[in-house]
Every structure is written in C-alpha cells, then in structure tokens.
Nanobody, 114 residues
Framework: VHLRESGGGPVQTGGSLRLSCVAS????????INWVRQAPGKGLEWISE????????LYSDSVKGRFTISRDNVKNTAYLQLNSLQTEDTGMYYC????????RGQGTQVTVSA
C-alpha cells in the first residue's frame, strides 16, 4: 500500500487549497479513503471519508460545509478541496485507508495564517 499526498502549502485565512492523494499497491476503487489531519502538538483527527464508488461521503463537524472530498478511480487519486480555511486548519494532512490513520501516507503540510 502506498499513498502520496500533495497540494499543501501556505495560505491566508479564507483561502482555498486542493489536496491530492495518489494511491498504488492495492485495488483503489474497492477501498474507502479517509483524510485525517494533525495539528501542531495534537493527535490525529479524522475529517472526511469517501466510499470506494464515491457515492457516500462523510465529514467531521469541524470541516463540514467547508471541505469537499472526491475521487477519480481511473486515476487512483482522491482529493480534498479545502475552502474558507481558518488558522485552526493548520496541520499535516494525510490520506489513509482507515479513520485512525494507521495506513497513511507521508502527508502534506497546510499552514493558514491570518
């Protein structure tokens, strides 16, 4: 299993980013993909998931209405669109096969400044 995140970076409050997660080594379309994040000095926080076919998406209360998860099973890629970013969204973002983030990639850093 290999997951590689990209698309993070510095952004101002209210800005947007689109994160990507390219997967390999397993049957991508058969697996739910999760996004989790870790703020500085804190534990992993599950924020979103999408089922294998993309028909079901779930969000944590902290990001609902601002973030959108999607996937392209032809490209073996999942996405997380981050809108209306706030300083508390700062952290390392990971895609993972589980909500606990055990099977996750190396992550991509998102830094939101006022």
């Amino acid at each position: 299993v290999h997951l590689r995140e990209s698309g993070g970076g510095p952004v101002q409050t209210g800005g947007s980013l689109r994160l990507s997660c390219v997967a390999s080594g397993f049957t991508f379309s058969a697996n739910t993909i999760n996004w989790v994040r870790q703020a500085p000095g804190k534990g992993l926080e599950w924020i979103s998931e999408i089922t294998g076919g993309g028909s079901v998406t779930l969000y944590s209360d902290s990001v609902k209405g601002r973030f959108t998860i999607s996937r392209d099973n032809v490209k073996n890629t999942a996405y997380l669109q981050l809108n209306s970013l706030q300083t508390e969204d700062t952290g390392m973002y990971y895609c993972a096969l589980d909500r606990g983030g055990v099977s996750r990639g190396q992550g991509t850093q998102v830094t939101v400044s006022a």
